[in-house]
């Protein structure tokens, strides 16, 4: 006890007593300056320092400044001009299409735009809405919306196109408000544009916006770049076809723009290639006249130079106007197009698809004769109806009593069926198919269009693929006539009997005529001779043309001939041939009674004519959807497309030989052949 105690007295008096101060810390002699110029010679150290330091960063300024200003200049001066000078495709004038007589089918005429270049000071969607009321567009919130989204997602200084046709009016009244709007401004350019309609739409054509297949398919063909700024390509017809020929060449220029994409001035101008002008063989008057001709009926008119080939007329009926095509069709309005019953939008001419019918008799004449399965002598009894061996299914001739005793010249003057029903069963049909595609059908008949099918030539193969079906003798008589399974188009049956009336030289159908480049004055004419086309259809002997040709000339000058009554009275003798093709079939023992049947189950009418007779000037080939007979309804169509250009457009021509020939051609009688 007394110890502890101890210690704690001793460690109180510890803690109370007075503590020694603690000694500092003296340098030692060393750590001191020893003298003044040392202490000089230090601070002159740390400024050498600071002046390398200070002079390193400014030749690293001066060198970052030579850079910028010297070995960058091109490039920054690049693209500060980006910024001031823009590159401006200048696309071209589109050809213009002329008719034979240098009548314009299609035009280009000025129309004036409203073009909106976006801007990040200006709002875009109210800068529209404005517009739309000022100038009355009737512009939906759905087309504002799609207009904003263009803006946005536009190159700089690329316009959005408001409005592609302002009227005078709406010009005027823009004009006088243009201060509230920097960003907006009037552009002039080119529309396209046919003065005629509907009148020649299916052959020429028409062209329409650019759309991504186009890009892709120019992109393709390496052809993009000249369509810069262009916003219109050929879709159908000569304008398609000729695309590369009327399109021309994209110029350029550079401009001076503000901060809005808005013009200031032309620095430079490079101009473009126009387009090549295009003529066609079409006369204007012509093709009016065969739409005048078909009125509200459905079918079309062909007439075609022999001689050449070039296409005098090309109408299908019903037509279209394409000028909304070319502005941007609306869709209510293409809708009415597609739903129309009369199918406008096919060219009849050469994608409808037809049976020949009785058409086709002189071009089977030919094969017989080639073939020696009959001769100009050779005789057969026409009866009532055809009947296959060990059958009794009767394939029947168009005149109930039949037509007794026939020769050739006869056979194709009174249009016998039976005796075409015998000599297709004696041919067969792999020596009728042969025929057919040597006359061009079942296959594309060369027109400088790209709207063309192709029809059906039949045949064993044919059948087997479309049907899985075996051929039956039953299926190759009634070919014999142009029915069964042959569908053709009516170009396709035109261009046969060129040939025909050309003593077997054929000819591809085309349109254009010439093609002139309006920047030298250099007119091309465009050549169609080439070896497929200029060849001649051999035969044995070649008086088989003369013999089928003459039956022809009986269809009308003869005494029993189905077209005598439509060309009676003519200045000028004519060959043809009518057809009337049967859309159903009549059962056996009933007749054929139109006024029972639906109006789109009525006979078809055809009737192909050429004239004058020994050198024609003019081969005029119509058919007519639902209206009966060829020689009562299409005949009288044929000969009025004849008078029109034989003895009003163009009087002065060939109209037939000075001094006539009287002939008997076997049982089809004497006539005068002029």
């Known amino acids: 006890m007394f110890s502890l105690n101890s210690s704690k007295r001793q460690r109180g008096k510890s803690m109370f007593a007075a503590r020694e101060p603690k000694r500092r810390h003296r340098p030692q002699e060393s750590q001191l300056p020893q003298s003044e110029e040392h202490e000089t010679q230090l601070l002159r150290s740390r400024m050498t320092v600071c002046i390398v330091i200070s002079a390193l960063m400014m030749l690293i300024l001066f060198a970052n400044l030579y850079y910028l200003q010297v070995v960058s200049h091109d490039d920054y001066q690049t693209r500060s001009n980006e910024n001031r000078i823009k590159v401006m495709p200048v696309v071209p004038p589109r050809g213009i299409i002329y008719d034979r007589n240098h009548v314009v089918l299609a035009d ?223 869709s209510n309005e293409y809708k009415r197009l597609l739903n129309n019953p009369g199918k406008p939008l096919i060219n009849r001419v050469t994608q409808g698809g037809y049976a020949p019918a009785s058409t086709v008799k002189p071009l089977l004449c030919i094969m017989g004769l080639n073939e020696r399965l009959i001769t100009p002598t050779f005789s057969y009894f026409g009866r009532p109806a055809f009947m296959l061996p060990n059958s009794t299914h009767k394939f029947r001739d168009w005149r109930s009593w039949g037509h007794g005793w026939l020769d050739i010249y006869r056979a194709i003057e009174v249009s016998a069926d039976t005796f075409f029903y015998d000599l297709a069963y004696r041919a067969g049909i792999d020596t009728i198919h042969e025929y057919l595609d040597t006359f061009g059908f079942g296959r594309s008949s060369g027109i400088d269009i790209d709207e063309e099918s192709l029809g059906v030539n039949p045949s064993k193969e044919w059948k087997m693929n479309r049907f899985r079906q075996r051929w039956q003798l039953g299926d190759t008589v009634p070919i014999g006539i142009g029915q069964g399974y042959w569908t053709t188009t009516l170009l396709q049956l035109a261009k046969a009997h060129v040939a025909l009336a050309n003593y077997g030289h054929f000819r591809t159908p085309h349109l254009m005529r010439k093609i002139t480049n309006p920047s030298d004055y250099l007119s091309v004419l465009r050549d169609y001779s080439d070896p497929e086309e200029d060849r001649l259809l051999e035969v044995g002997d070649p008086s088989y043309y003369s013999v089928c040709r003459n039956g022809m000339y009986l269809v009308v000058n003869g005494p029993e001939g189905t077209g005598r009554r439509a060309f009676h009275g003519t200045q000028y003798k004519a060959a043809g041939k009518s057809g009337t093709a049967q859309l159903v079939s009549v059962k056996q023992g009933e007749k054929y009674n139109a006024k029972a049947l639906r109006a789109e189950h009525r006979d078809n009418a055809l009737f192909v004519a050429y004239a004058p007779f020994v050198h024609p000037r003019i081969l005029v080939a119509v058919i007519l959807e639902n209206e009966g007979g060829g020689s009562k309804k299409a005949a009288p169509l044929a000969r009025s497309m004849m008078d029109k250009y034989l003895v009003d457009l163009y009087p002065g021509g060939y109209m037939g030989e000075e001094e006539p020939v009287t002939v008997k051609l076997g049982m089809g009688g004497t006539v005068t052949i002029r």
């Open 108 to 330: 280009n005429r000025p129309v004036y735009h409203l073009v909106l270049y976006p801007s990040k000071e200006i709002n875009t969607e109210a800068t529209i809405r404005e517009l739309n009321e000022l100038l009355k567009f009737e512009l939906s919130d759905k087309e504002i919306k799609n207009l904003v989204y263009q803006s946005r997602t536009s190159k700089r200084y690329s316009g959005v196109e408001i409005s592609d046709l302002l009227t005078e009016e709406q010009i005027a009244r823009f004009s006088v408000n243009t201060f509230r709007y920097p960003n907006v401004q009037v552009e002039a350019s080119l529309k396209r544009y046919y003065p005629f309609a509907d009148v020649v739409t299916h052959a020429i054509g028409y062209v329409s916006r650019i759309n991504q297949q186009d890009v892709e398919r120019l992109t393709e063909q390496g052809k993009i770049d000249n369509y810069e700024g262009s916003t219109e390509i050929g879709k159908l017809g000569i304008e398609k076809h000729y695309e590369d020929i009327l399109h021309g060449r994209t110029g350029s220029r550079e401009v001076e723009v503000n901060s809005h994409g808005q013009v200031i001035r032309t620095l430079k101008y490079n101009p473009p290639t126009q387009g090549s002008d295009i003529t066609l063989g079409i006369d204007i008057r012509l093709q009016h006249h065969a739409q005048q001709l078909l009125g509200g009926m459905k079918g079309a008119i062909v007439a075609i130079e022999p001689a050449s080939g070039e296409i005098l007329a090309m109408y299908s009926n019903p037509s279209y106007d394409p000028n909304p095509f070319v502005r941007g069709i609306r």
